[in-house]
């Protein structure tokens, strides 16, 4: 009796795998090599997604400089650099692409490998991963807004176009599947839903320009009609954001340049908005240790920013009943949550009040706190436990004020009361913290040149330049000075080309001296002298350099590998136990995928082609690998298509959504592109594909089969559930009790809506599911 070694369970299900002769391996052990395979290569293809994202990111934002109509400019015009894409545009084409490229090229590959002939893992895959996005992404983002926030989708009109088309798209598959031509797709059918593609993205477009039914105007408003999205925001410190955080902080004296520029960084990157791609590439290098796309914050950054923000616990919204025990305890709060005064004055008078329960003698204990301003140099430390006897309501607390003549911007500091509520019959209200604030009224004056310009001959040898300051002349003053050339050459011409001037306390005229070069030669020449603060140049370009940390695309393939080899893109002192441990598992990926080209070469074209190409090769093995492991496993294909393959391309998509329900100020780059990416799905992922086999079977006088079976009752179940699904994100919008949003609302309507929209999902899951085991019987 003859043993064929090649022909064992499973064996004929790949197009590439199985890569060696598996016969003698158990069932058991080779699910197991299988799955994990399977979710390896889930890591691998959103690695080099998040590359592939990069590439679309830099196309898609380059810019150009178009020049508006002003009559308040002395050039009669404003020069604004502008997005050359759409934002809506980029949105539903390269992005949707990006974000969907492994079902679509799955679906393309598993045709093309199948002899142009229809296989259930592609279309499947497709279906499953738009219900995932939908139904059960969009519940966790409604779930995810803090209490009582609740955030719109902004461009309606967008979003209205593009539900329309995600469901018209399955109505359309359903159409043609099950109802024109049952089991076959024609030509005409394939080129159709292919040609909804560009439709669609014209009519969103549309929409988003409000071409229809808009008023004309005229050129001088023209500059308001341009879009938030496709103004190019600006990547760089700002440095007035720079010494407002330096006013702030300026007494904090452990807080180096490097912390400073860290927050800056931190607080520049929280109020810049994101599309969807960033989003997904920060969620992929979260989840795979790679170089973080915000700051990351150190334990010291941490205590500075929460020194800025020491002021949000005044704001308490706890009611006087619940906060009293219904009238049994007292309540000791602050009178007022801020009070300002002069440093001249000495003194700061600060009130402490009692209210509810009066009939007991209450101790509590109120102590300060630095902010700005540091006890020792700017006001006497207060830390006493106080009384309150019976029906006493009121007590006046004076904190020292230190006076000197030294200019400093105001500052502040904190007075905080606490309780010890187990042996106090009393609660702290809700001014458990007040704001003292210190008025400076020293006058530093402010300095400038003598004149705009100077004349000096070559023979003076050494020039003095005079700076002077007016206006007042208080305390200590510091600037940093540097030359600039025109037609004069320092080295040349003249020397020392940077340097300090100090100004003592009075001192209101002092020089910059430049050595002149005596060259014989009778030749006007001109030089800049330019004033700076020294350390706000220092933490801007400290804050600069954590801002192009934060850039998507590097410059270079030795920065490519560089971060591919280094937990966290380098940054160590930030890394986390998960970074390490996740960086340990993908890092075979990320060395591999550093051999693409960097996004910065040839507009990143070059890098979108070679990321397109991994992606498919990626993408053809985990179809292979999901086959085989639901063979062995006794899993229908179409139930593996739209549960663990589509879990799997689709986890990204849930935590840059989720990240961007959180920190967007809309709901638009959460949930709002959801629609038009699953529309994208099939137009592209099923269309092209599709249209590809009917050429092909066309060309042998045929027409392309298309099974319906649990495809077509999987499409009408998805079809009901996102109808349902859109209609209640309708209903949200409109009504009160939802917080009139698609996000987000009061705490148990948004859980329960939460919680609805992702049973939808389950029960799509379920019923495809049995479907597909003829459990229960199809349309």
């Not at 598996?22 to 889930?42: D, H, K, N, P, Q």
Request: net charge negative; glycine share 8%; aromatic share 10%.
């Amino acid at each position: 009796m003859s043993c064929d070694i090649s022909d064992y369970k499973c064996a004929d299900k790949g197009l590439i795998l199985p890569l060696t002769n598996e016969y003698t391996w158990s069932i058991g052990f080779r699910a197991f090599v299988y799955i994990v395979g399977l979710l390896y290569s889930f890591m691998g293809v959103s690695i080099i997604a998040d590359i592939f994202m990069q590439a679309i990111e830099t196309i898609t934002s380059r810019s150009a400089k178009i020049k508006m109509p002003d009559p308040s400019n002395e050039t009669g015009y404003t020069e604004v650099e502008v997005k050359t894409w759409n934002g809506t545009v980029a949105n539903l084409t390269l992005m949707a692409l990006g974000s969907s490229a492994p079902e679509i090229l799955l679906s393309i590959i598993e045709i093309v490998g199948n002899g142009f002939q229809s296989g259930p893992l592609g279309p499947s895959t497709i279906v499953g991963s738009a219900a995932f996005n939908l139904m059960c992404i969009t519940g966790i983002c409604i779930i995810s807004i803090p209490d009582g926030i609740a955030k719109r989708i902004r461009n309606i009109k967008v979003f209205a176009v593009t539900s329309i088309f995600s469901v018209f798209a399955y109505i359309w598959l359903a159409i043609i599947l099950m109802v024109i031509t049952p089991d076959f797709v024609d030509l005409w059918e394939a080129i159709v839903t292919l040609l909804l593609f560009p439709i669609m993205v014209l009519l969103a477009y549309i929409a988003d320009k409000d071409y229809c039914g808009k008023k004309p105007i005229d050129d001088e408003s023209k500059l308001l009609e341009l879009d938030e999205e496709n103004l190019l925001n600006g990547d760089h410190a700002d440095k007035h954001v720079i010494v407002e955080i330096l006013r702030r902080l300026k007494r904090e004296k452990e807080a180096t340049p490097d912390d400073m520029a860290r927050l800056t960084a931190h607080l520049m990157e929280q109020n810049q908005s994101h599309g969807r791609g960033w989003y997904r590439i920060n969620a992929i290098r979260n989840l795979s240790g790679g170089t973080k796309l915000t700051t990351t914050m150190t334990g010291k950054t941490n205590e500075l920013l929460e020194t800025l923000l020491i002021e949000d616990q005044m704001g308490s919204t706890a009611s006087f009943t619940s906060m009293s025990d219904g009238g049994t305890k007292a309540i000791i709060e602050f009178a007022a949550p801020s009070t300002a005064v002069f440093e001249k004055d000495g003194h700061a008078r600060i009130t402490v009040m009692r209210h509810g329960n009066l009939k007991n003698r209450v101790l509590y204990r109120v102590e300060t706190i630095d902010g700005t301003a540091v006890e020792g140099e700017d006001y006497i430390s207060f830390k006493d436990t106080l009384v309150f006897e019976p029906n006493e309501t009121e007590k006046h607390i004076d904190i020292q004020i230190i006076d000197d003549n030294i200019w400093e911007p105001d500052e502040v500091f904190f007075g905080r009361i606490t309780i010890d509520s187990e042996k106090q019959n009393a609660v702290v209200g809700r001014r458990a913290i007040t704001e003292i604030v210190i008025l400076n009224d020293d006058d530093p004056g402010v300095l400038e040149f003598e004149h705009p310009s100077f004349l000096f001959k070559e023979s003076v040898g050494t020039a003095l330049v005079p700076v002077n300051r007016i206006d007042g002349a208080d305390g200590k003053v510091t600037i940093t000075w540097k030359t600039k050339d025109m037609t004069a050459i320092h080295g040349r011409d003249y020397e020392n080309t940077e340097g300090t001037l100090t100004f003592d306390h009075g001192e209101r005229t002092k020089f910059i001296e430049i050595q002149i070069n005596d060259d014989k030669v009778r030749v006007l020449n001109y030089f800049y002298i330019i004033e700076f603060s020294g350390l706000v140049s220092r933490i801007t370009s400290l804050t600069n350099a954590n801002l192009d940390s934060l850039r998507l695309q590097k410059q270079t393939w030795g920065q490519q590998f560089v971060e591919a080899m280094n937990v966290n893109g380098g940054d160590l002192e930030t890394a986390t136990t998960f970074d390490y441990v996740m960086h340990f598992l993908t890092f075979g990926w990320k060395l591999i995928f550093a051999l693409v080209p960097p996004a910065t070469i040839w507009g990143g074209w070059f890098c979108f082609a070679v990321s397109l190409g991994m992606i498919g090769l990626l993408t053809a093995f985990i179809g292979d690998l999901a086959s085989i492991f639901g063979c062995l496993i006794g899993l229908d294909d179409s139930v593996v298509a739209i549960t663990f393959v589509a879990l799997g391309t689709s986890l990204p998509d849930m935590f840059a959504s989720r990240t961007a329900a959180l920190n967007e100020k809309y709901a638009d780059t959460a949930v709002g592109n959801v629609t038009g990416s699953n529309a994208v799905n099939v137009f592209l992922g099923l269309g092209l594909p599709w249209t590809m086999a009917a050429v092909y079977w066309s060309a042998k006088g045929t027409t392309f089969e298309v099974p319906a079976g649990s495809l077509g009752f999987s499409v009408i179940v998805f079809t009901i559930c996102s109808l349902v699904t859109i209609m209640f994100l309708l209903f949200r919008r409109n009504l009160n009790v939802f917080g009139s949003a698609e996000l987000g609302g009061p705490k148990i309507p948004k859980i329960l809506s939460g919680i609805f929209c992702i049973a939808l999902w389950v029960v799509y899951v379920l019923l495809a599911s049995l479907n597909a085991y003829e459990h229960i019987p199809g349309f």
